[in-house]
């Protein structure tokens, strides 16, 4: 997180906090925000929200059109995580998962959970055992940049009534990055989860969590 905020924004220097509510009562929030950084820790400012509401973070490692395979991009680990379980995927299951355009930039629309209707992609339910444990370490190398308090919330919303089978997982091969196969852009969702990752023109996360 240090490293992007340092060649994102020229140093911590140029980035901004605030404390929202008081430390050490029940409910307060820290914020330190700025250019591809949107870090909460919460002390459960909001009721039912993990972060304390969504959240974004990203890199740009270098140039704003980061190569095919990212290089220096502190986050690019938790892709190349997510492609393994692409690779693990058979005929059917790719066909379902991979898909031609991604959910668009629209200000806090971009993280707007989806309560009804067919959520795209590939359900977690339609996998073997061995498939579901490589999601698994996906939302492990997700929730790494995150204090425990923090991920272990958010793992108890997203296992929401004790299964990880309503997520669906979607791959998006018409913003891939050197048409090398390697997918840049990917997302996890269930109705009360987003977590979007736009590995193009570099990397750009959206995530929102709810109970």
Not at 133 to 151: A, N, T
């Amino acid at each position: 997180v240090m490293q992007h905020i340092q060649e994102d924004g020229s140093g911590i220097g140029n980035y901004s906090l605030a404390l929202f509510g008081q430390p050490g009562r029940p409910a307060f929030e820290f914020v330190l925000t700025g250019r591809h950084c949107t870090m909460r820790c919460d002390g459960d400012s909001v009721e039912g929200a993990a972060f304390g509401g969504p959240i974004f973070y990203g890199h740009a490692a270098g140039s704003f059109n980061e190569e095919p395979t990212h290089p220096g991009n502190v986050y690019w680990f938790q892709a190349k995580r997510a492609n393994d379980v692409f690779q693990a995927l058979d005929g059917k299951q790719r066909a379902l998962a991979l898909l031609g355009d991604p959910r668009k930039e629209q200000s806090t629309a971009t993280v707007e959970l989806k309560t009804s209707g067919e959520l795209p992609g590939l359900p977690i339910s339609e996998m073997s055992r061995d498939q579901k444990m490589l999601v698994e370490k996906v939302l492990g190398d997700l929730l790494l940049p995150f204090r425990k308090k923090d991920s272990e919330e958010a793992m108890r919303m997203i296992r929401k009534n004790g299964s990880l089978d309503k997520l669906h997982l979607s791959f998006y091969k018409n913003l891939d990055v050197g048409s090398d196969g390697v997918w840049d852009v990917w997302q996890l969702e269930s109705p009360n989860m987003v977590w979007y990752f736009r590995g193009h023109p570099h990397v750009h996360v959206w995530v929102n969590i709810r109970a």
